[in-house]
């Protein structure tokens, strides 16, 4: 049986999904909750910490490490967004990883969810041997990740790609990170189906 583990968290607007690895790259397990992400980063940071120890209780498991995507542009080399994220209320102003590592008693990495997913698609996935890709993520908000020259371009603060935030949307609905004319209000899953049903 296996015990020791990696986990992986998805920290979004709506959900914390997770899934569990073996060192192999096997996975064990894969969950979505809601991530409480509304009243705050302290509750969605709590949750995501009572996931862990959940996780490890009904798998019989350890974590060996986590790794944390969270929406916002993230500061690889700090653990921390590098600014406010509409979807995470309060969010830059903790020390995610080093609160996370001092929680959980493992190593912890934060980056941007949809750099994650950029990694994940160039290693594993669709981008898998493509020298660049633009990979876009739709959810409570609108992320991507960029592959040059077959590697995951960061950027000086993790923001790197980002597409949601440009203003080039119509305006008709305002977005919470006040870029007026936003695009993601119209460009994210909610906002597909506002379109959709509109129609």
Not at 2 to 7: E, P, R
Not at 45 to 59: H, M, Q
Request: aromatic letters at 2%; charged letters at 15%; hydrophobic letters at 45%.
């Amino acid at each position: 049986m296996t015990t020791g583990v990696f986990v992986g968290l998805d920290l979004g607007g709506t959900l914390l999904k997770s899934a569990v690895l073996t060192p192999d790259g096997r996975v064990l397990d894969r969950s979505s909750v809601p991530s409480g992400a509304s009243l705050g980063a302290a509750a969605a940071i709590d949750g995501a910490i009572a996931l862990c120890a959940e996780l490890s209780a009904r798998l019989g498991v350890t974590a060996l490490a986590v790794g944390i995507g969270i929406p916002g542009a993230v500061d690889p080399a700090a653990g921390r967004l590098a600014g406010p994220t509409p979807h995470v209320p309060g969010a830059a102003t903790i020390a995610l990883r080093d609160h996370l590592a001092a929680a959980l008693g493992v190593p912890v990495s934060v980056a941007n969810d949809a750099t994650c997913a950029a990694r994940a698609e160039a290693t594993l996935g669709a981008a898998m041997g493509v020298r660049s890709a633009l990979v876009v993520t739709l959810g409570t908000g609108v992320g991507s990740g960029l592959v040059v020259d077959g590697r995951v371009v960061e950027g000086a603060h993790g923001g790197a790609g980002e597409i949601g935030h440009w203003p080039i949307g119509s305006g008709e609905v305002a977005c919470r990170c006040g870029v007026p004319n936003c695009a993601e209000p119209e460009m994210s899953a909610g906002g597909l189906v506002r379109l959709c049903e509109a129609r």
